[in-house]
């Protein structure tokens, strides 16, 4: 019986130094959840650089930062859904109406003083020209689509157009301006410089989106189409343009890539809204950044380092 009552007396004692513990852990001062903010990614190398420059100079801020892949024309919708808190590249091209039905909702913010300029279009190599020396006016397309085909296009012409979810419209621009061609999509951004890479080691025709801030533009000698000039009412009236029952007939919209956020980081997250606000990239460090992962296979992370590094009085000037 002693030694059941020793047990007991043991017993007792772990549990009461047990309920001291646990109302000391209970008094220890509360450490605030540092909070996690949410950065789309899309699928060119491009948005990838800007989104993880901007992610690194947040957590410099202290903040956790999440990357959440998701389609280009969809990330406006996630964006006003709350599922996101930051697009780093709404491109002027291909966005703008995604980016306007947006902004209608009242729940996110934009800004165009990024620094990046852009340009979407079809694109052929100057060599083209000696076969097809209309170029670069859009109505030599046709007089030449047998020279742009391929065995699975022929006899139209194939345009090689970016990943679908990239949107720019080119089918319906054939259709309205009654162009013989037929598009061929890509999967990604590195699938366009493959195709362009080999064709131009060959003096082979090609046909292709290209845009800008790329490499591209400045690696290989090539020519844009030149299309009716872009207009909005090109996209909504089919009264204008050439083509009166058609709309998008006429070339793409150029201008700036815009940085978007959702209004309640302003808020909720103050100091990440200036940081976002004040964030800026141009195009010559950009298509050199994109370069490197590209053609020389450098891995992001160290480009996204080495950018940090070189540039560090810059960032740091956005977080004061």
Same mark, same amino acid.
């Given at each position: 019986m002693k030694e059941i009552g020793?047990?007991?007396?043991t017993c007792g004692l772990l549990l009461i130094m047990m309920g001291i513990c646990s109302q000391a852990m209970s008094l220890e001062p509360h450490v605030p959840h540092?909070? #996690?903010?949410r950065i789309s990614l899309n699928d060119w190398t491009g948005q990838h650089i800007s989104a993880h420059i901007m992610g690194e100079v947040?957590?410099?801020a202290e903040y956790r930062v999440q990357y959440v892949e998701v389609d280009y024309l969809k990330q406006i919708k996630e964006l006003t859904l709350g599922n996101l808190d930051f697009v780093t590249e709404i491109w002027a091209t291909t966005g703008k109406e995604s980016l306007d039905a947006g902004l209608s909702t009242g729940k996110i913010e934009s800004f165009s003083d990024t620094g990046l300029m852009s340009i979407e279009e079809w694109w052929y190599p100057l060599y083209m020209k000696e076969k097809c020396p209309k170029l670069p006016n859009w109505r030599a397309l046709n007089d030449c689509a047998e020279l742009f085909a391929t065995p699975d296009t022929a006899p139209l012409g194939r345009y090689l157009g970016g990943p679908v979810s990239w949107g720019g419209y080119d089918e319906e621009r054939i259709e309205a301006l009654g162009l013989k061609y037929k598009v061929e999509h890509v999967e990604n951004d590195a699938q366009l410089y493959q195709e362009l890479d080999s064709a131009y080691k060959a003096h082979q025709p090609i046909l292709l989106w290209v845009y800008?801030?790329?490499w591209i533009p400045d690696e290989y000698a090539g020519e844009w189409v030149e299309f009716p000039r872009y207009q909005p009412e090109c996209y909504t009236?089919? #009264?204008w343009g050439i083509n009166p029952e058609k709309t998008h007939d006429c070339g793409k919209p150029r201008g700036?890539?815009?940085r978007v956020v959702a209004k309640h980081v302003s808020v909720q997250h103050p100091r990440a809204y200036k940081i976002f606000r004040a964030f800026r990239l141009n195009n010559y460090e950009m298509s050199r950044m994109v370069k490197q992962i590209d053609?020389?296979?450098?891995?992001l992370d160290d480009v996204v380092a080495v950018w940090m590094q070189k540039n560090t009085r810059r960032w740091q000037a956005w977080l004061n």
């Open positions: 020793k047990v007991f007396r540092t909070p #996690s903010l947040l957590k410099k800008a801030p790329y009236n089919p #009264s700036p890539i815009w053609v020389h296979h450098e891995k």
